[in-house]
């Protein structure tokens, strides 16, 4: 395998591994001691940032660790497709969270069949503070903690205005 191909095979299954390990830390660490950083996710937001913004500002700084070591040390140089692969979900993140479904900083178009499903499990979310943890794919949250009849009825009230 080429060393182009190699690499962005690496960065691709960085960025599949980090789905569940984002289920992870927001099931066990922003649900649990994190709570407090994250509860102000779950509330009314008052002015542009949340305290929750400080998670990813420490995620961006463990991934530009992991770059910066991947460039610094040669035997560690597959950090480098590690680190770009954590940084691609960072931005799928940012793109589908916040700029879609909580329409933060700028207001993406709506009706994109994908995106509008993600927005819903994760309504679903904020009414349960339960599943799904995972966002990119959310596919607990129609077996464990809402039923895909109340992930319909959650898309329905949204389209009818009422959240």
Sequence with gaps: MSPGWSFAAI?????????????????WVMHGP?????????RARRGRFERNDLFPVCFGLLTVAVLIAGKAVPALAVLLPVGAGITAYGVAY???HDLYAHRRFVRLPRGL???ERLAAAHRVHHRSSGE??????PFRSF?????AA??????????????
Excluded: C, K, Q
């Design 11 to 27: 960065a691709l299954l960085a960025f599949a591994v980090m789905e569940p390990i984002t289920y992870a830390v927001h099931r």
């Design 34 to 42: 994190g709570m407090a950083w994250h509860a102000s996710h779950h």
């Design 94 to 96: 940012l793109v589908v």
């Design 113 to 115: 069949p994908v995106l």
């Design 132 to 137: 799904p943890y995972g966002f990119l794919v």
């Design 143 to 147: 077996r464990a903690g809402a039923s």
């Design 150 to 163: 109340t992930a319909r009825r959650v898309t329905a009230r949204d389209r009818a205005g009422r959240d």
